[in-house]
């Protein structure tokens, strides 16, 4: 069977040549006869395969030494709750609620700290991310979604929180653009986006920022604790490590962020170019805040919708299907979505709207 273009929106397509080359190395990583799978996460073997693993990012995004840089379980979700158990001091932090994820995340940490939310698109059903906020000095750290995978929105710009540390979530576009690290105290992401396989979450953070932990803070989640222990205060995911090695590599090879980005401008102009002169299909998400990574649209017609999911994948385009609270569809073109994997869907979706609109 032949490959499809994959538009999930995570766990997400990883570049072939990635997959190739984890498939050739799978039974016997070259010169240590054994997969990486099986070897010691303290054997010197995988310690070389981390280090060269972290410097690649530190390379990627231009992070300088003042940043530590974490591989850890749990995902994403996991530092919903790590985030105010490690950074909560006078007991008050500020959220800006622009999609589902950030929404949840303030959620979780109402569980430890209190709550302020400055800026809200929730009434808008998350149809763009605010631009006003009501930043407050007093606030342990500030906190952002920079992409919403589901509403399909970003931050243009990022937000300037003064002495606040800012703290994102960066999930969905984590390498999709260049991003000024020192602009945030903490960035992290899940991997299974724009990095690897799920079951990876990295963790850029501030040096200064860490060793504040409530007493109450497990000590897997201790950013503290992991930072001693250079990430293997237990057994880390040792081949996700590994993958996003190899994901690394690719971007590099590349030319890095700010080639990727020139290219993610190009697939996404392409299809937001198509949606705004379609007779049948129509965007979501504001123009001056579309996500370059996710791209939500719809018919206005439910069954046409489903119609056109199901046509597309017929013809070799999957997991186009929108999430409930948007409806439509959703087309998730990160990092390793080729644009002829683009070209195709706006051929597809031409096709369809001359049989349709």
């Given at each position: 069977?032949?490959?499809?273009?994959?538009f999930?929106?995570?766990?997400?397509?990883?570049?072939q040549?990635?997959?190739e080359?984890a498939?050739?190395e799978?039974?016997?990583?070259?010169?240590?006869?054994m997969s990486?799978m099986?070897?010691?996460h303290r054997s010197?073997?995988?310690?070389?395969?981390?280090?060269?693993t972290?410097?690649?990012?530190?390379?990627?995004?231009?992070i300088?030494d003042?940043?530590?840089?974490?591989?850890?379980?749990?995902?994403?979700?996991?530092?919903?709750?790590?985030?105010?158990?490690?950074?909560t001091?006078?007991?008050?932090?500020?959220?800006?609620?622009?999609?589902?994820?950030?929404?949840?995340?303030a959620?979780?940490?109402?569980r430890?700290?209190?709550?302020?939310?400055?800026?809200?698109?929730r009434e808008?059903?998350y149809?763009?991310?605010?631009?006003?906020?009501?930043?407050?000095?007093d606030a342990?750290y500030?906190?952002?979604?920079?992409?919403?995978?589901?509403?399909?929105t970003r931050?243009?710009?990022i937000p300037d929180?003064?002495?606040v540390?800012l703290?994102?979530d960066?999930?969905?576009n984590?390498l999709s653009?260049?991003l000024d690290?020192?602009?945030?105290?903490?960035l992290?992401?899940?991997?299974?986006?724009?990095?690897?396989?799920?079951?990876?979450?990295?963790v850029?953070?501030r040096?200064?920022?860490?060793?504040f932990?409530?007493?109450?803070?497990?000590?897997l989640?201790?950013?503290?604790?992991q930072?001693k222990?250079?990430?293997?205060l237990?057994?880390?995911?040792?081949y996700?490590?590994?993958?996003?090695?190899?994901g690394?590599?690719?971007?590099?090879?590349l030319g890095?962020v700010?080639?990727?980005?020139?290219?993610?401008?190009?697939?996404?102009?392409?299809?937001?170019?198509?949606?705004?002169?379609s007779?049948?299909?129509?965007?979501?998400?504001r123009?001056?805040?579309r996500?370059?990574?996710?791209?939500?649209?719809?018919?206005?017609?439910k069954?046409?919708?489903?119609?056109?999911?199901k046509?597309?994948a017929?013809?070799?385009?999957?997991?186009l299907?929108?999430?409930?609270?948007?409806?439509?569809?959703?087309a998730?073109?990160?990092?390793?979505?080729?644009q002829?994997?683009?070209?195709k869907?706006v051929?597809?979706?031409k096709?369809?709207e001359?049989e349709?609109a």
């Amino acid at each position: 069977m032949e490959r499809v273009y994959n538009f999930s929106a995570g766990p997400a397509a990883i570049a072939q040549s990635v997959l190739e080359r984890a498939r050739d190395e799978l039974v016997c990583y070259p010169g240590r006869g054994m997969s990486v799978m099986e070897m010691s996460h303290r054997s010197s073997m995988y310690i070389e395969i981390f280090d060269e693993t972290k410097a690649l990012l530190r390379q990627l995004m231009h992070i300088p030494d003042t940043y530590e840089i974490l591989f850890l379980q749990g995902g994403a979700t996991l530092q919903f709750s790590a985030v105010p158990l490690n950074l909560t001091k006078a007991g008050r932090a500020d959220y800006v609620d622009s999609g589902n994820f950030a929404h949840l995340a303030a959620q979780e940490a109402m569980r430890y700290t209190q709550v302020r939310v400055v800026a809200s698109s929730r009434e808008d059903n998350y149809d763009h991310v605010p631009t006003e906020f009501a930043w407050n000095a007093d606030a342990d750290y500030a906190y952002i979604t920079t992409n919403n995978t589901i509403y399909g929105t970003r931050y243009t710009s990022i937000p300037d929180t003064g002495a606040v540390p800012l703290v994102a979530d960066a999930s969905s576009n984590i390498l999709s653009q260049p991003l000024d690290i020192t602009r945030f105290g903490v960035l992290f992401a899940g991997a299974q986006k724009n990095i690897g396989p799920a079951g990876l979450c990295i963790v850029v953070l501030r040096k200064d920022l860490a060793g504040f932990e409530n007493p109450l803070c497990p000590k897997l989640m201790s950013w503290a604790l992991q930072i001693k222990n250079d990430s293997m205060l237990n057994t880390p995911n040792t081949y996700g490590i590994y993958m996003a090695k190899l994901g690394f590599e690719w971007l590099r090879d590349l030319g890095g962020v700010e080639a990727i980005y020139e290219i993610n401008q190009r697939k996404a102009a392409l299809l937001y170019d198509f949606l705004d002169n379609s007779r049948l299909f129509k965007p979501t998400a504001r123009p001056e805040c579309r996500s370059l990574m996710n791209v939500t649209f719809v018919t206005g017609d439910k069954d046409l919708d489903a119609a056109f999911v199901k046509y597309a994948a017929e013809r070799g385009l999957v997991n186009l299907k929108g999430h409930r609270s948007v409806g439509g569809m959703r087309a998730s073109i990160y990092n390793a979505m080729p644009q002829a994997g683009v070209e195709k869907l706006v051929q597809v979706m031409k096709a369809f709207e001359k049989e349709n609109a």
